[in-house]
């Protein structure tokens, strides 16, 4: 049975830092590339940013230069780290792992950022 599960996230001041976690299991993870996707109330979800199985990393526009997303495979864990959150930054955020035809999605986490 395949699971991820994301934590971290909360109520953050604007400014403000969290850390995301998405720990796998059920998938031979290094295999997956793994993706962090947030959806707002009323939008629709959008790639925030993902890591290749080789480590390639791509970003949303809007938030490049604030979050990083990396992995550890050893952990079966994918982390985002965002800094400097906006208001706009204000989504539940979900992980997703991919590969192939091979789809999955976690439950999602809510960040709330007050301004």
């Known amino acids: 049975q395949v699971q991820l599960v994301e934590s971290g996230g909360g109520l953050v001041q604007a400014g403000g830092s969290l850390r995301l976690s998405c720990a796998a299991s059920?998938?031979?993870?290094?295999?997956?590339?793994i993706g962090w996707y947030r959806q707002a109330p009323g939008k629709q979800r959008e790639l925030v940013a993902a890591?290749?199985?080789?480590?390639?990393?791509n970003y949303a526009d809007s938030v490049k230069g604030r979050f990083t997303i990396s992995r550890d495979n050893a952990k079966k864990t994918v982390y985002l780290q965002m800094n400097s959150l906006k208001p706009e930054d204000t989504a539940v955020y979900y992980c997703n792992a991919g590969r192939r035809e091979w789809n999955y999605w976690g439950q999602g986490t809510q960040v709330t950022v007050s301004s």
């Open positions: 059920g998938i031979t993870f290094s295999l997956y590339a």
């Open positions: 890591i290749s199985s080789g480590d390639s990393t």
